[in-house]
Structures are given as structure tokens and as C-alpha cells.
């Protein structure tokens, strides 16, 4: 199973950004989708996951501001950034629960897209 997240840049505070990540591979289905940051100098943190029935939960600093969404059908999380800040600078990771095709499960992380808000 591979990952491949997209998306990243650099934006305004202010601004907005769209990050995917597809899986592609032996799946035979998917459970929980998320994403995670981690920003130079601090641990990685959880910032949105989506379960497979599509609730959500969000890390407080971006409550209202970022929404994550999934196609199911593409194997695809989105994480929809709005209202940019700098504090929101850093390295965000998907992470993708799989059913393999061939029995077991595991999760997956993508490669890891950089978010740079500055103006």
C-alpha cells in the first residue's frame, strides 16, 4: 500500500490550502483517515481524522478553520485549510488505517507535504 499526499506550499497568513492523499495498492478497505503535523522542533501531532462512517474530530487550534473530508470511492483524504496562520507552519503526514487484500491491517503514512505560512 502506498500513500501519496499532495497539495502543500507556501500561503499567506490568511490564505487557504487543499492537501490530499490517495492510497493506492492492496486494499480491500479503509477505516480511519487523518492527518497529522509536526512542525520543526515539536512532536508530531494530530490535527483531523475522519472514521470510516465519516464523523469527524478536530484538534482544538483548528476548530473551524479545517475541515477533512474522504472519497471512498478514490481512496483519498482531504484536508481543507482555511483562515491560514503562521503557527500552522510544519510538515503534515496522512495516515491511512487499511484492511489489506490479504488479510491483516495496518496503518500507513504518507511521505509528508511541507505547509509554510508567512507573508
Known amino acids: 500500500v502506498q500513500l501519496q499526499a499532495s497539495g502543500g506550499g507556501l500561503v499567506q497568513p490568511g490564505g487557504s490550502l487543499r492537501l490530499s492523499c490517495a492510497a493506492s495498492?492492496?486494499?480491500?478497505?479503509?477505516?480511519?483517515m487523518a492527518w497529522y503535523r509536526q512542525a520543526p522542533g515539536k512532536q508530531r501531532e494530530l490535527v483531523a481524522t475522519i472514521f470510516s462512517g465519516g464523523s469527524t474530530r478536530y484538534e482544538d487550534s483548528v476548530k473551524g478553520r479545517f475541515t477533512i473530508s474522504r472519497d471512498n470511492t478514490k481512496n483519498t483524504v482531504y484536508l481543507q485549510m482555511n483562515s491560514l496562520k503562521p503557527e500552522d507552519t510544519a510538515v503534515y503526514y496522512c495516515?491511512?488505517?487499511?484492511?489489506?487484500?490479504?488479510?491483516?491491517?495496518?496503518?500507513?503514512w504518507g511521505q509528508g507535504t511541507q505547509v509554510t505560512v508567512s507573508s
Open positions: 495516515n491511512v488505517d487499511v484492511n489489506v487484500i490479504y488479510g491483516g491491517r495496518r496503518a500507513y
Open positions: 495498492g492492496s486494499i480491500h478497505s479503509i477505516n480511519t
